[in-house]
């Protein structure tokens, strides 16, 4: 087991136990900028391998199959947030809530969107920048 599946493991094991319980999921180095989660191929692919908060947002649009970044992975997000800080990663919990706030924010300055829809930058630029899913 290479050392990037050792690291998805470590992550599903302490944020989302009850995920991916047989391990059908892989994570793989991506070439490109930023970071995606292919539901059908159960792939996570990420750009940064040292990015914890990438990979749990891509495991949360794995949790979450449907509604991208609504209310459900939202909340899924916030979860993971209050485990973070149970584990004494302040920090992490932080950049995890400002993301939830940035998506949140973005929804209300544009009441035109919908729940999936985000520009093309979807993660909080005080976190990083991803390409949408």
């Known amino acids: 087991m290479d050392s990037l599946t050792k690291r998805l493991h ?19 180095k991506w070439d490109l900028s930023g970071a995606r989660c292919d539901y059908k191929r ?21 949790v979450v199959v449907k509604g991208l970044h609504g209310p459900a992975f939202q909340n899924r997000l916030l979860k993971v947030a209050a ?12 950049d995890i809530r400002d993301e939830v706030d940035w998506i949140r924010n973005q929804f209300k300055e544009h009441p035109e969107r919908r729940l ?18």
């Open 10 to 28: 470590k992550i599903q094991s302490q944020y989302f136990p009850r995920w991916d319980i047989n391990h059908k999921y892989r994570i793989e």
């Open 83 to 94: 485990v973070a800080d149970s584990l004494g990663k302040p920090k992490l919990a932080k």
């Open 116 to 133: 999936t829809d985000l520009p093309p930058c979807s993660v909080a630029p005080s976190i990083r920048i991803l390409p949408l899913h």
């Open 42 to 62: 159960k792939l996570i692919n990420v750009s940064d391998v040292n990015d914890e908060l990438v990979i749990i947002h891509e495991i949360c649009h794995a």
